[in-house]
């Protein structure tokens, strides 16, 4: 029972020497990688750079006691930054301390919901969210995120959280483009592509092993790092006017609560909700897919309490919302972290360089910092799920579609919101009319098929229909009309079966239908018979009246409800039919 709610209990008694410098190993290389990321991270979120760190430390200590991954990697992501900016954006806070306040107190919300739903078990919530609802919001979040840092790219002080405000406010300032801040910007954005795409074919030539080149590929953005922040320094760009991060505070983060304003609450509860959920579905996925490739287990609600703790103690201090990065626990993955330690060893890593390295980023470009979230956002990009799901599925690409305008068009919690809406309606809709077929017996079988599909043997006076869906509210209406148009169609007919080997469920509207239909049957003089009930279903029915006034029969299989009804139940000549 403690193993399950303290996960590194089950790691920490057989931790040796090996998982320790494997877990170092791995912590250096995320570390190298994480800090500029988590700069670049909360300046995308609106924040001061070093509550970029601040989320770094204490969240991933917090993270790997109680999660179950061994290998996911915490802390600032792209798209959770974005939509950390358009709510505490809304709230129209004057100064930067308030806006780093309601930063955590939007940490501690989100916080406070993942671990209430990871104790109610709602880790399933997942599951509501379709994956081409969340490619459609990731790929429309990494266009304005992208879009969002030209102004850094340009050297101009435009804004706005959708596209059209960002075009809008780019294009009013267009001729206050400064060119050294766009130079300086363009160089670095051409360094970090070339890095990310053609540093690693060149070690592999080099004779540098695979794996070892992939992970020194990632350091791209500390290599752009470091070369535009000493040409800055050396060549007194600050002078001519290119923006720099400027002074980061030294030091470790204090302990601290965040804003406990009851308006300001209220104001950011959707907004919590959608970044957990979001940066819940986000994780559990990259997750399941590291642990699967060494045969592990995740426990998603287990995650849930994990994430929860990670943003409370973001919350407390001083950082912002975070969750599991892709990109993060894939390096971490392929550098052999082997237990959440490499969590730990990360976090004093980020603490190291939060008390003694912050000065040597006083003079790193804005610009850089742009470029770096720029390239980091091109695999979020998948336009080609677009071209996939519009061959597949229209419902699903127009779910999809609606995703993209409306996050680009309303901004990021409107567009996931109506993505999921549209998902629901289209789901309703879908199963409001389920597929159904009139059945017959395959010759010289025990199989029933479609008579439009195959050919098959029927019966004049018994009609069997096969329902492929759960019966519930929205379509209950639809089986009543269904069986009342074909047995009018009919007059021959005394059964009608009504076949459920798709059926799982059966709520109470559907039920009444049932009742209905089988009274109508009974003043017609058709009996109505029920075949290939699953055992839960039948459970259900059982504590109902339904079984007691049906008419017919319920038949185990198809094929005896076929047999009983031509031959009755003494013998069953189906063989020779």
């Not at 956002?377 to 690409?397: E, I």
């Not at 079966?497 to 239909?517: F, G, K, R, T, Y």
């Amino acid at each position: 029972m403690l193993q399950r709610y303290l996960p590194m209990l089950s790691w920490l008694n057989s931790y040796d020497r090996t998982a320790f410098s494997q877990d170092a190993i791995a912590a250096v290389i995320v570390t190298v990688m994480l800090i500029p990321q988590s700069l670049a991270y909360a300046l995308l979120a609106g924040l001061p750079p070093q509550v970029g760190l601040y989320a770094s430390i204490l969240p991933l200590i917090v993270y790997a006691l109680f999660a179950s991954s061994r290998t996911l990697s915490v802390g600032p992501v792209a798209v959770i930054s974005l939509m950390t900016a358009a709510a505490v954006g809304q709230l129209g806070l004057n100064t930067m301390e308030e806006t780093v306040k309601a930063a955590m107190a939007l940490a501690f919300i989100s916080g406070l919901m993942l671990i209430v739903m990871g104790m109610l078990r709602l880790g399933m919530l997942a599951n509501f969210l379709s994956h081409p609802v969340i490619s459609g919001f990731i790929t429309a979040s990494g266009i304005l995120i992208a879009a969002s840092q030209l102004r850094h790219l340009l050297g101009i002080d435009a804004s706005g959280h959708t596209l059209l405000d960002i075009t809008s406010s780019l294009s009013a300032q267009w001729h206050l483009i400064h060119g050294p801040t766009l130079l300086m910007g363009a160089s670095a954005l051409t360094l970090l592509l070339l890095l990310r795409w053609q540093f690693k074919p060149m070690l592999i030539r080099l004779g540098c092993p695979p794996n070892a080149a992939q992970l020194l590929a990632k350091t791209g953005p500390v290599v752009a790092v470091i070369a535009t922040g000493t040409i800055t320094f050396l060549a007194g760009l600050e002078e001519i006017g290119i923006a720099v991060v400027g002074h980061i505070p030294a030091g470790l983060p204090s302990s601290s609560l965040p804003m406990f304003d009851q308006h300001i609450w209220q104001q950011l509860f959707v907004s919590a909700l959608l970044i957990s959920v979001i940066g819940f579905v986000e994780s559990v996925s990259v997750a399941q897919t590291l642990a699967a490739k060494r045969r592990q287990h995740i426990h998603p609600n287990q995650e849930l309490i994990g994430l929860g703790g990670a943003n409370l103690a973001s919350a407390v201090s001083g950082g912002f919302p975070v969750t599991g990065g892709f990109s993060r626990s894939v390096v971490n993955f392929d550098a052999g972290a082997h237990t959440p330690a490499a969590g730990l060893f990360t976090a004093i890593g980020i603490a190291i360089a939060a008390l003694w390295l912050t000065p040597l980023l006083y003079f790193l470009p804005k610009a850089t910092l742009a470029a770096t979230i720029i390239v980091a956002v091109l695999s979020l990009l998948d336009f080609r799920a677009m071209q996939r799901t519009w061959h597949y599925s229209r419902s699903d690409f127009a779910a999809m579609f609606a995703t993209i305008v409306m996050t680009l068009v309303y901004g990021v919690e409107i567009g996931i919101s109506s993505g999921v809406s549209l998902s629901i309606v289209l789901f309703l809709h879908r199963t409001s009319r389920p597929h159904n077929a009139v059945v017959g017996r395959v010759p010289g079988t025990e199989h029933f098929r479609n008579v439009d599909r195959v050919v098959v043997e029927t019966d004049t006076h018994i009609l069997t229909i096969r329902v492929d869906e759960s019966l519930y509210f929205a379509n209950a209406r639809y089986l009543e009309e269904l069986v009342t148009k074909k047995v009018a169609a009919n007059p021959a007919i005394k059964h009608l079966i009504l076949m459920c080997p798709a059926v799982n469920w059966i709520d109470a509207s559907a039920l009444e239908s049932l009742e209905a239909i089988n009274q109508r049957l009974k003043d017609s003089g058709v009996s109505l018979h029920l075949s290939e009930i699953k055992g839960p279903v039948m459970d259900q029915l059982q504590r109902s009246d339904f079984l007691t006034q049906l008419t017919g029969r319920v038949f185990m299989s198809q094929y005896e409800a076929w047999c009983y009804l031509r031959h009755g139940p003494d013998g069953c000549q189906c063989g020779s039919a």
